[in-house]
């Protein structure tokens, strides 16, 4: 049996040396998340947002969404939608049961309820929140923040479909 690495091992060990006939390619570094580089990936895609007092905001599919950036050295971005509707507080059990069996079957995102007002109605939310103490790379923020909102969007969605309408839509 030969010791002689085969001649693919050979053209990879030349490429990342520097030699051979390709070019190694370039490396995505990853570098400190800041909201310009999110707001830089939102542009990018075509998604109109809002810019202001730190946070970065915009509506999908009716849904509003914020992208934050939490931590002591704002190294952890929070991806967190609103659903569109609302709820009296007598269907807190209805809407606490469906986001239990979300919470219990999916990954992503963390579903929660909550009372914005002093009048007992109760909002919906989906977050997912990432450390990137160590950096991100472009396509790595792009794929946060699509997991982001393409989960909380299908949350969403999902509890439409289970409440259907409801006698104060």
């Known amino acids: 049996m030969s010791r002689t690495p085969t001649r ?8 990342l040396r520097g030699g051979g006939e ?3 390619p ?5 570098s400190p998340l800041t909201a310009a580089r999110v707001g830089d990936d939102l542009t990018r895609r075509g998604y109109h947002y809002r810019s ?6 915009g509506t ?5 969404m914020w992208f934050l950036l939490l931590g002591e050295r704002q ?7 609103r659903w569109s509707r609302t709820l009296p507080g007598e269907h807190r059990g209805l809407v606490l049961r469906a986001i239990n069996d979300w919470n219990r079957d999916a990954v992503w995102p963390t579903a929660y309820v909550r009372e914005d007002t002093d009048d007992g109605v109760l909002s919906l939310y989906a977050e997912i929140s990432v450390d990137l103490e160590h950096g991100v790379t472009d396509a790595q923020l792009a794929d946060v923040v699509t997991t982001g909102l ?3 969007i299908g949350l969403f969605r999902s509890v439409d479909r289970l409440l259907g309408p409801l006698p104060t839509d």
């Open 60 to 64: 999908w599919d009716g849904h509003r």
């Open 22 to 24: 390709r070019p190694a």
């Open 52 to 57: 202001g007092d730190g946070e970065l905001t």
């Open 150 to 152: 393409s989960s909380a």
């Open 75 to 81: 190294e952890i971005l929070c991806v967190r939608g």
């Open 8 to 15: 693919w091992i050979s053209r990879l060990l030349d490429s």
């Open 26 to 30: 370039a490396l995505d570094v990853p």
